[in-house]
């Protein structure tokens, strides 16, 4: 396996700090949207993002010089290491400091009122994600990338092997046939929400 990041850490483990800057500023150009992009939708915090993708980074200008390809991509341990570090910040916002927890006013739902919704939630993602398992398996493919995975339509052409007319056709089916599917689940979901 070739990694299309060689070039790059052939420069980062170069003794020359000039073509190490290089190297490093053409990895950041390559990978710093899809670094940050992953810390912000795993924290939802700018600043945090930005934190992460520093630290990720940081790693990197350390960890090029030696490493060992044929593995795993370069770009597959960068996200690697922003995932984890990641979870570390969001395992450290669970952390209590205090031995006094104050009380504060709880506005939210109580309990048993969080349980319904949750049961209906639920009963309404088995419903959909059981009208989707029916469909046909490009169709199904074609609701997936557009839907959960938010790819754009040249994208999901380019992944299906299939022009863009094409996979609109099985976009625009794949949805008719969920409508079709989820028709017979209507009563199920509108008495779930009532």
Known sequence: MIDPDADILTGLAHIDPLVKQQAMSNLMQRHLHAIKSLAWYMLGDEMIAED??????????KQAPTWQSGNAKFSTWLHRVAKNLCYDRLRKRTEIYSDNIPDLADSAQNAQEQLITQ?????Q???VNIAIEKLPPRQKMAITLCHYQNKSQTEAAQIMDVNVRAYESLLARGRQNLRKNLK???QDIIGDLS
């Open 125 to 127: 993602r088995n419903i």
């Open 52 to 61: 992460i993708t520093q630290d990720t980074f940081l790693r990197a200008w």
């Open 184 to 186: 017979h689940h209507k």
């Open 119 to 123: 049961e209906h939630q639920n009963a």
